[in-house]
């Protein structure tokens, strides 16, 4: 399994769709999904309402999308990770809960994790993206030292096209 991880906007899921077009096993971010639930079922764990509910929310879809993608065999590309939980609590100043650490640190992944840095160019906001260009970039300064200092290996993805970041990941996928 091999993560994309980086702020906001910064062309994570363009990149995994690509990917998945050309027959790469895939995994989908869970922020945005569990965003469109709580809207739509009125719920209140959103990153603008209850932060540390809307973390809690994100762990149990990434356990899940970590167990499924063991059954896929084949490397994954993962939107994201568990050691992004832990993350975002960092990056809203709330507290890392016991549960949370021990399962970025018992939940591996391939050593190489894949940064998309900031990129104002392609940086937008919509409905369910509503940081703003210094969160987005706070954002991912958290995720490369989280996921440093669990030991994984940061490689940023080049400010290029979509076709070319996706190219530049699986070239890389050939040498794990």
Same mark, same amino acid.
């Given at each position: !399994?091999?993560? @994309?991880?980086?702020?906001?906007?910064?062309?994570?899921?363009?990149?995994?769709?690509?990917?998945?077009?050309?027959?790469?096993?895939?995994?989908?971010?869970? =922020? $945005?999904?569990?965003?469109?639930?709580?809207?739509?079922?009125?719920?209140?764990?959103?990153? *603008?309402?209850?932060? #540390?509910?809307?973390?809690?929310? !994100?762990?149990? *879809?990434?356990?899940?999308?970590?167990?499924?993608?063991? =059954?896929?065999?084949?490397?994954? @590309?993962?939107?994201?990770?568990?050691?992004?939980?832990?993350?975002?609590?960092?990056?809203?100043?709330?507290?890392?809960?016991?549960?949370?650490? $021990?399962?970025?640190?018992?939940?591996?992944?391939? $050593?190489?994790?894949?940064?998309?840095?900031? *990129?104002?160019?392609?940086?937008?906001?919509?409905?369910?993206?509503?940081?703003?260009?210094?969160?987005?970039?706070?954002?991912?300064?958290?995720?490369?030292?989280?996921?440093?200092?669990?030991?994984?290996?940061?490689?940023?993805?080049?400010?290029?096209? @979509?076709?070319?970041? #996706?190219?530049?990941?699986?070239?890389?996928?050939?040498?794990?």
């Amino acid at each position: !399994m091999v993560v @994309v991880t980086g702020g906001p906007g910064s062309g994570k899921s363009s990149v995994i769709d690509c990917m998945a077009r050309h027959g790469f096993a895939t995994m989908p971010e869970a =922020g $945005r999904a569990i965003i469109q639930d709580q809207v739509r079922l009125g719920g209140a764990a959103l990153p *603008w309402a209850d932060r #540390a509910l809307f973390a809690e929310l !994100m762990l149990a *879809w990434e356990l899940r999308s970590y167990q499924e993608a063991l =059954g896929k065999g084949a490397h994954v @590309v993962m939107d994201r990770g568990i050691p992004d939980v832990l993350g975002y609590l960092t990056l809203c100043g709330l507290p890392v809960p016991a549960h949370v650490q $021990r399962a970025a640190e018992l939940h591996r992944y391939c $050593r190489q994790v894949f940064l998309a840095p900031y *990129w104002d160019e392609i940086f937008t906001q919509d409905s369910e993206r509503k940081q703003d260009r210094q969160e987005a970039e706070a954002t991912g300064r958290v995720m490369a030292e989280t996921y440093t200092r669990l030991g994984y290996q940061i490689v940023e993805l080049p400010l290029v096209g @979509v076709q070319e970041r #996706a190219d530049f990941v699986a070239a890389s996928l050939r040498d794990v």
